[in-house]
Nanobody, 121 residues
Framework: QVQLVESGGGLVQAGGSLSVSCVSS????????MGWFRQAPGKERKFVAS????????AYADSVKGRFTISRDNAKNTVYLQMNSLKAEDTAVYYC??????????????WGKGTLVTVSS
């Protein structure tokens, strides 16, 4: 069983940066494609970014392209989302997800419980 735990959320001013992390407390993540989704208050959960198991391929939602970077360290069993030039509309709960297959759309098999990112304008 893959159990994902996110961390690193918090309050940041618009234009600032924040990094969130996701670690597995169960199985190794090295064989899974990983992704980040977010859900703003009153809105649907949406795809943010994904990365394949080796880290050689990534994909981003248009709304974050050029500002966010997904990466992974399989030795540390951790996936990261570096968020720069943050905007108020980036405010959301950010969810880590693991998938058996890397593809578009990214279809998760496991979810974390989320970490809240609040961007003040």
């Amino acid at each position: 069983q893959v159990q994902l735990v996110e961390s690193g959320g918090g309050l940041v001013q618009a234009g600032g940066s924040l990094s969130v992390s996701c670690v597995s407390s169960g199985r190794s993540l090295s064989n899974y494609a990983m992704g980040w989704f977010r859900q703003a208050p009153g809105k649907e959960r949406k795809f943010v970014a994904s990365i394949n198991s080796s880290g050689g391929n990534t994909a981003y939602a248009d709304s974050v392209k050029g500002r966010f970077t997904i990466s992974r360290d399989n030795a540390k069993n951790t996936v990261y989302l570096q968020m720069n030039s943050l905007k108020a509309e980036d405010t959301a709960v950010y969810y880590c997800a693991a998938a058996y297959l890397y593809g578009h759309p990214f279809i998760p098999n496991y979810w974390g419980k989320g970490t809240l990112v609040t961007v003040s304008s």
